[in-house]
């Protein structure tokens, strides 16, 4: 029963491309702040990329710079995770996260945040 729900993860070889979807159940994403986040077992979760939908600001970890964009289709409610020249390391839990704002200098993990159940992507040869 989770507010968000995402889709798109998979297992793919190094250097290969994934596009990962979220959307709301309950909401819309109108003046959101959402995010995707990863995890892997043994590591902390990590911000990977953030955007603003209303003004349309986005953000990326250091870690997805050039590889990863974060874009938003406003006529189906989603926010999209494009990951390219995946590696190994990008292997974990995804996540999406979005919490009403007027901006987003931050990551959408305050009170008012809402999560998905997540999805797995696994990058190996």
């Known amino acids: 029963q989770a507010q968000l729900e995402e889709s798109g993860g998979g297992a793919v070889q190094p250097g290969g491309s994934l596009r990962l979807s979220c959307s709301p159940s309950y909401i819309t994403f109108v003046n959101t702040c959402v995010g995707w986040f990863r995890q892997t077992p043994g590591k902390e979760r990590e911000g990977v990329a953030r955007i603003w939908t209303l003004g349309g600001h986005t953000y990326y970890a250091d870690s997805v710079k050039g590889r990863f964009i974060i874009s938003q289709d406003r006529a189906k409610d989603a926010v999209y995770l494009q990951m390219n020249g995946l590696k190994p390391e990008d292997t974990g839990m995804y996540y999406c996260?979005?919490?009403?704002?007027?901006?987003?200098?931050?990551?959408?993990?305050?009170?008012?945040?809402?999560w998905g159940q997540g999805t797995q992507v696994t990058v190996s040869a």
């Open positions: 996260a979005a919490e009403p704002r007027t901006s987003c200098f931050g990551w959408p993990t305050g009170d008012d945040a809402i």
